[in-house]
């Protein structure tokens, strides 16, 4: 059906400005996703989906909470370990000395230096103790610091690793807590003194391969945790980017689409506003 002409209204002028003023909306909208890269950038664009990925991203920064605290957790438990080794590797030592020292055709003066070289190794052994710390943590002193990392993003579920006391007791009655069984001023002036420590020595020995075996358990505990948190987060990341991350390829084309859509368009508005033109001609 042929549109009537009309001098108050130019109808195909109307027609093609909508049109045009879609097109210029759909590229506006395009241009916008092209250069944020995200089909979803407020709540306005998909209410759901925004509220989604929202949510998503709150869990993935809980879950940087959770990976910094497994951090701080493997670093203090790396320091324990390592000092924990060195200690025991002291003690190896230690009990070469004592056992040496234990021979009872030894002169005394030999028997004397030996037991200098086990003081110098016994005091070591505090001053390992006394740097094994991280960020204000120390598992292995006198004191009774200790470790709870977080694994879940309400931090409800943790990691304990508890207090081992390495530290010598300075005084002369050890407690039940102490792994090493000697005191902080245990020497030996004689043979029979120097195999009485023989058995302190072994025991303190076996006590820290057993504290060097929960500590290592654990370590490898916490290590899978924080891989297992990494590809937690790495598949959220992936998640959100399903939900609100443009298809480039898509958008490329589709803004080629809509600018040969608006040239179109534009042109297409020209001729209708032509047409008054016609009328002034019906009267030539």
């Known amino acids: 059906m ?73 670093s203090a438990l790396d320091v324990a370990i390592t000092s924990a080794e ?14 040496a020292a234990s021979d009872q055709g030894l002169d005394s003066q030999s028997r004397t230096s030996i037991a200098l070289d086990f003081e110098k190794l016994r005091d070591q052994i505090t001053t390992i103790v006394r740097n094994a710390e991280f960020n204000g943590t120390n598992l292995i002193d006198n004191g009774t610091d200790f470790i709870s990392a977080i694994v ?8 304990q690793v508890s207090h081992q006391t390495l530290a010598l007791n ?12 000697f005191t902080a001023g245990a020497s030996f002036a ?29 370590a490898s505990t916490i290590e899978r945790q924080n891989q297992l948190t990494q590809e937690i987060q790495d598949t959220i ?19 080629q689409a809509l600018q040969v859509q608006q040239q179109l368009g534009t042109q297409a508005l020209s001729i209708a506003n032509q047409t008054p033109q016609i009328i002034l001609s019906l009267f030539g």
């Not at 664009?45 to 998503?56: V, W, Y």
């Open 2 to 74: 042929a549109l009537p002409l009309s001098l108050n209204t130019n109808v195909p002028a109307l027609e093609a400005l909508r049109q045009l003023s879609g097109t210029n909306q759909n590229l506006q909208e395009t241009q916008e996703r092209i250069s944020s890269g995200k089909i979803v950038r407020s709540a306005e664009d998909n209410a759901a989906t925004f509220a989604i990925s929202r949510n998503l991203k709150a869990d993935f920064q809980s879950f940087n909470a959770v990976g910094q605290s497994l951090d701080r957790a493997t």
């Open 86 to 99: 060195s200690i025991q590797d002291i003690l190896i030592d230690m009990k070469e000395k004592v056992v």
């Open 152 to 159: 879940s993003t309400d931090a409800q579920d943790t990691i």
């Open 170 to 181: 300075p005084s002369a009655t050890l407690s039940t807590s102490d792994q090493i069984r």
């Open 190 to 218: 004689t043979a029979t003194e120097a195999q009485g420590l023989i058995s302190a020595v072994d025991a303190s020995i076996e006590n820290l391969s057993e504290v060097l075996t929960e500590f290592g358990s654990t």
């Open 237 to 255: 990341e992936v998640g959100i980017g399903n939900l609100v991350d443009a298809n480039m390829a898509r958008e490329s084309a589709r803004l």
